[in-house]
């Protein structure tokens, strides 16, 4: 069974920093990606980021790309994402997910989300 836990969310002004941790258990990193995908109030789900560990290639949505850092620690099973000058356009929940980058694209799979983390951003 696979089984998603994510920390790290808070309050944060516009302009600051929050680092996000996902621990994962029943799947390996070596085989699967690992990414963010958010959900904020009003708005469409948006895949934020994936990272595949075994050989480090990593995605991001246009809208964090130069600001959001995506990570993983393979012995650990965790993957993190440095967020660095939020915007209040970035409140949502966060969640993790399984994800694969094939040719460039992300292919969420969707079939178990984690409870996710708020983080909210303020102007």
């Known amino acids: 069974e696979v089984q998603l836990v994510e920390s790290g969310g808070g309050l944060v002004q516009a302009g600051g920093s929050l680092r996000l941790s996902c621990t994962a258990s029943g799947f390996s990193f070596d085989d699967d990606g690992i990414g963010w995908f958010r959900q904020a109030p009003g708005k469409e789900r948006e895949g934020v980021s994936c990272?595949?560990?075994?050989?480090?290639?990593?995605y991001y949505t246009d809208s964090v790309k130069g600001r959001f850092t995506i990570s993983s620690d393979n012995a650990k099973n965790t993957a993190y994402l440095q967020m660095d000058s939020l915007k209040p356009e970035d409140t949502a929940v966060y969640h993790c997910?399984?994800?694969?980058?094939?040719?460039?694209?992300?292919?969420?799979?969707?079939?178990?989300w984690g409870k996710g983390t708020l983080v909210t951003v303020s102007s």
């Open positions: 990272i595949s560990p075994s050989d480090g290639t990593t």
């Open positions: 997910l399984e994800c694969t980058i094939q040719g460039g694209k992300v292919f969420w799979n969707h079939d178990t």
